[in-house]
């Protein structure tokens, strides 16, 4: 890795602008290629225990690594404030992410707050987590308590020294494995499993895996290493893809594919033939699936963003703390996803490189 300081919380954020004319939300905003915003992805801490090779790698995230004062954070009624402008212009799924998010102290309490919200329909919102799983085990029946409906666990190995290569921090499996198994004794289902696939690293991992969830209550899902951030020394051959994975495992476990739940998962679905359930395939790089993004990102200190792979965000702690109403943030929010074009994904193979002015966000500062 050549570069060591690298661009984490984005100095460059736009001021949000805030329309002159101001019109009321109709809960359903359409960006510039006529996809819906319809999921609101929450980082609520830029810190982690981890040290993924693939997000936070600790030749980057060393101690000596300054992260965000807590102040700058926004707080649990400022994040339920702007979620709930979000749910006026049709979101109905409020993912919580880090960074870890189960590091936030009393998450519990942001958890409950949020799960008081309703769709534009009157409906519970879609309300889960993304963790490591370090902190599930003690904290899974909390989150349930407090409304959380689920959550999605990393997983990256079944094989202990491979899956400490990839965290760096030494955390075994097994600890992995006993907040799975918490969250499902908890009710905090259906439950999906990531693992981040890294060629020459953990793909001689992709059969353990699946042979070891394939008739579980967990959904697997495969996804495919991506150009996130700056400081993960991407490298396109390191990619393993998608259609390599299911060639993999439906070598020996035979697979088919299967209708998507809804239109914009990320997810592209295969069952197994003898009724073993279920895994995913996310082909962020090899079969980009912009076309269908319904997602936006709101930063640990309130930075919006309209893509994984960003440039620059938007500031809307700006407007929270300078006594904006939540019209304005409103029409903010509106003008944002209205004027977007994002497709970072589709166009991948002209902007593998970027000048360093133009330095993608960490994914451990938006939420992957």
């Given at each position: 890795?050549?570069?060591?300081?690298?661009?984490?919380?984005?100095?460059?954020?736009?001021?949000?602008?805030?329309p002159d004319v101001l019109q009321a939300p109709t809960g359903s905003l359409r960006d510039r290629l006529d996809?819906?915003?319809?999921?609101?992805?929450?980082?609520?801490?830029?810190?982690?225990?981890?040290?993924?090779?693939?997000?936070?790698?600790?030749?980057?995230?060393?101690?000596?690594?300054?992260?965000?004062?807590?102040?700058?954070?926004?707080?649990?009624?400022?994040?339920?404030?702007?979620?709930?402008?979000?749910?006026?212009?049709?979101?109905?799924?409020?993912?919580?992410?880090?960074?870890?998010?189960?590091?936030?102290?009393?998450?519990?309490?942001?958890?409950?707050?949020?799960?008081?919200?309703?769709?534009?329909?009157?409906?519970?919102?879609?309300?889960?987590?993304?963790?490591?799983?370090?902190?599930l085990a003690r904290k899974a029946q909390a989150l349930k308590d407090a409304g959380l409906q689920r959550v999605?666990?990393?997983?990256?190995?079944?094989?202990?020294?491979?899956?400490?290569?990839?965290?760096?921090?030494?955390?075994?499996?097994?600890?992995?494995?006993?907040?799975?198994?918490?969250?499902?004794?908890?009710?905090?289902?259906?439950?999906?499993?990531?693992?981040?696939?890294?060629?020459?690293?953990?793909?001689?991992?992709?059969?353990?895996?699946?042979?070891?969830?394939?008739?579980?209550?967990?959904?697997?899902?495969?996804?495919?290493?991506?150009?996130?951030?700056?400081?993960?020394?991407?490298?396109?051959?390191?990619?393993?893809?998608?259609?390599?994975?299911?060639?993999?495992?439906?070598?020996?476990?035979?697979?088919?594919?299967?209708?998507?739940?809804?239109?914009?998962?990320?997810?592209?679905?295969?069952?197994?033939?003898?009724?073993?359930?279920?895994?995913?395939?996310?082909?962020?790089?090899?079969?980009?699936?912009?076309?269908?993004?319904?997602?936006?990102?709101?930063?640990?200190?309130?930075?919006?963003?309209?893509?994984?792979?960003?440039?620059?965000?938007?500031?809307?702690?700006?407007?929270?703390?300078?006594?904006?109403?939540?019209?304005?943030?409103?029409?903010?929010?509106?003008?944002?996803?209205?004027?977007?074009?994002?497709?970072?994904?589709?166009?991948?193979?002209?902007?593998?490189?970027?000048?360093?002015?133009?330095?993608?966000?960490?994914?451990?500062?938006?939420?992957?």
């Open positions: 890795m050549s570069e060591k300081i690298i661009v984490f919380t984005d100095q460059r954020a736009q001021a949000a602008y805030v996809r819906p915003l319809h999921d609101l992805r929450i980082s609520v801490t830029d810190r982690c225990n981890f040290r993924c090779v693939y997000c936070m790698p600790k030749e980057v995230f060393d101690k000596d690594y300054s992260y965000l004062p807590h102040s700058s954070l926004l707080s649990f009624e400022e994040i339920t404030r702007i979620a709930q402008v979000f749910i006026e212009h049709g979101v109905e799924k409020l993912r919580l992410t880090g960074g870890e998010p189960l590091l936030r102290k009393n998450i519990e309490k942001l958890i409950a707050m949020l799960a008081q919200l309703k769709t534009v329909h009157g409906k519970p919102l879609d309300l889960t987590l993304t963790t490591n799983g370090s902190l999605t666990v990393s997983l990256d190995a079944m094989d202990d020294a491979v899956f400490k290569r990839m965290n760096d921090v030494d955390f075994a499996v097994s600890d992995v494995l006993q907040g799975l198994d918490a969250a499902h004794k908890a009710g905090l289902g259906p439950i999906k499993v990531n693992m981040v696939v890294k060629g020459g690293m953990n793909d001689q991992e992709i059969l353990p895996m699946a042979r070891y969830f394939k008739g579980s209550p967990f959904i697997l899902r495969f996804i495919e290493y991506m150009d996130v951030g700056a400081s993960n020394g991407w490298k396109l051959d390191e990619v393993v893809p998608s259609a390599e994975v299911a060639r993999r495992i439906g070598a020996e476990m035979p697979i088919e594919p299967v209708s998507a739940n809804y239109t914009g998962e990320t997810a592209e679905r295969w069952r197994y033939l003898d009724g073993g359930g279920e895994i995913g395939l996310i082909s962020s790089v090899t079969q980009a699936f912009c076309k269908d993004c319904s997602r936006a990102r709101l930063s640990t200190e309130g930075k919006l963003y309209t893509c994984l792979f960003a440039t620059r965000g938007h500031d809307l702690r700006a407007l929270l703390r300078s006594g904006a109403s939540d019209a304005e943030i409103s029409g903010a929010v509106s003008h944002l996803w209205q004027a977007r074009g994002d497709r970072y994904s589709e166009l991948r193979t002209s902007q593998t490189s970027l000048p360093a002015s133009a330095r993608k966000v960490e994914m451990s500062y938006i939420g992957g």
